[in-house]
């Protein structure tokens, strides 16, 4: 049974069969201009093929990620600083909270809110192992950041980690 007829998957992220690599970054600090920068990120409401990239609060949380699926069935897979193999799962796996308010918000990204993600662990060969949820990791995003696929260098993103 495939990770996508699993119903226990929708529940949790899983490591993308094969070895997939991350698509690379898309903020300025790597020549990509006019990626947008917006608060809040609603993932019902994004270009399914689009990147995304965020930033938490300790240096180490930077997130890669790409919106794939269909409209129907909306997938999110994330990488940890591009590294490695990555994770997949339902959009709705992509949590804002907020502790102040008690309110959880599933398949949205919002800045001053917290995410809630599993541990990635990497083994020498970068293959990834994700933790239980006793392990995960919860911290605000701090920059959001989105390239849709009709950006000049959106292509250039996707290719950036194939040619390394």
Not at 29 to 56: H, W
Not at 84 to 101: H, K, V
Not at 133 to 149: D, G
Request: charged share 30%; net charge neutral; with cysteine.
């Amino acid at each position: 049974m495939s990770q996508d007829e699993n119903p226990e998957q929708m529940l949790r992220f899983s490591v993308i069969d094969g070895f997939e690599t991350s698509p690379g970054r898309i903020d300025e600090n790597v020549g990509i201009r006019g990626a947008l920068k917006p608060k809040r990120i609603d993932l019902r409401e994004t270009q399914i093929g689009s990147v995304i990239q965020f930033y938490g609060i300790h240096p180490d949380s930077k997130y890669n990620c790409l919106l794939s699926g269909t409209e129907d069935e909306r997938k999110i897979k994330i990488w940890l600083k591009g590294r490695g193999n990555g994770a997949i799962g339902s959009i709705d796996l992509m949590i804002s909270q907020s502790f102040r308010e008690s309110t959880l918000e599933k398949g949205v990204l919002e800045l001053g809110k917290n995410y809630l993600l599993p541990t990635f662990w990497y083994d020498s060969k970068n293959n990834l192992a994700l933790s239980d949820f006793m392990n995960y990791r919860t911290e605000p995003y701090r920059e959001l950041f989105v390239l849709t696929p009709d950006h000049p260098q959106y292509r250039d993103v996707l290719e950036k980690n194939k040619r390394n």
